[in-house]
Nanobody, 121 residues
Framework: QVQLVESGGGLVQPGGSLRLSCAASGFTFSSYAMSWYRQAPGKERELVARITSDGGSTKYADSVKGRFTISRDKAKNTVLLQMNSLKPEDTAVYYC??????????????WGQGTQVTVSS
């Protein structure tokens, strides 16, 4: 029932752009902050960006600040991650998560499949 489905990943050259999407279903989307995480091979999963439930505030990892933008579309129950000026070190599997004070979707049902982003020349 509760589901987060990531899409939009692919292969892009350094300096290029990509837009990731996360489609949410099975819960009250507007009640949850939404986040993007990423995990590269051999590394820990890290928080990339987060947006509050009302879309009024955002937070970014220092490594992506100024290059990535997180947004949400309440009508479509989706969260977007616009990635510009991509670097090879951005290569990772990207995951989204829904979070509240009571818990998170990843905690309740696990992480989704994610979407692969590869930045290479």
């Amino acid at each position: 029932q509760v589901q987060l489905v990531e899409s939009g990943g692919g292969l892009v050259q350094p300096g290029g752009s990509l837009r990731l999407s996360c489609a949410a279903s099975g819960f009250t989307f507007s009640s949850y902050a939404m986040s993007w995480y990423r995990q590269a091979p051999g590394k820990e999963r890290e928080l990339v960006a987060r947006i509050t439930s009302d879309g009024g505030s955002t937070k970014y990892a220092d490594s992506v600040k100024g290059r990535f933008t997180i947004s949400r579309d309440k009508a479509k129950n989706t969260v977007l991650l616009q990635m510009n000026s991509l670097k090879p070190e951005d290569t990772a599997v990207y995951y989204c998560n829904a979070e509240s004070m009571a818990g998170s979707v990843s905690y309740a049902v696990g992480w989704g499949q994610g979407t692969q982003v590869t930045v290479s020349s």
